[in-house]
């Protein structure tokens, strides 16, 4: 039981700190260099390395809870785990297909990409932090350009 309670405090964790380091990577330029290029490109690395990227950064975070406790490291670093492809998976649909995102009303990444959002609509996985913080900025986003695109499926993405 206290594994599935931490899988999924670590899920809402990670959703948090995913929102604030985007945050972080928009008002600090030694922190945002690459992002900013990841903006002059407007498109994802593809799923596998945005992943790797999410892992590599918080690998020790997510084993910490290990030394406490094998059913709370275990319940720990699943749920970072499962955010981080969730997140990299999102990241990329979002650049590619956002209208797939169905558990988002508008798909934030992809409106703060398209509308240059600065300030606005920092979550990649979930909107949630974006509505708590002040930073979602509803826009009409589904125009002629996303209806007329080729509808692909939802794993027809760059994984690599």
């Known amino acids: 039981m206290r594994a599935i309670a931490f899988f999924v405090l670590a899920f809402i964790l990670a959703s948090f700190v995913e929102y604030w380091i985007h945050r972080l990577m928009h008002f600090n330029p030694r922190v945002g260099e690459r992002h900013r290029d990841h903006h002059r490109r407007n498109e994802g690395q593809g799923v596998l390395w945005e992943f790797r990227d999410y892992v590599r950064g918080s690998i020790i975070v997510m084993c910490l809870p290990f030394l406490v406790a094998w059913d709370v490291g275990l319940g720990w670093f699943l749920g970072s785990l499962v955010y981080a492809a969730f997140s990299a998976y999102a ?8 209208t797939k995102c169905f558990w988002m009303k508008m798909p934030v990444h992809y409106v703060h990409h398209k509308y240059n959002m600065w300030h606005h609509n920092f979550g990649l996985g979930v909107d949630w932090w974006d509505r708590i913080f002040g930073t979602y900025k509803s826009v009409e986003w589904l125009t002629e350009e996303e209806l007329s695109e080729n509808q692909l499926g939802y794993l027809q993405l760059k994984w690599w």
Not at 91 to 98: I, K, S
């Open 91 to 98: 990241h990329q649909l979002q650049h590619e297909n956002p």
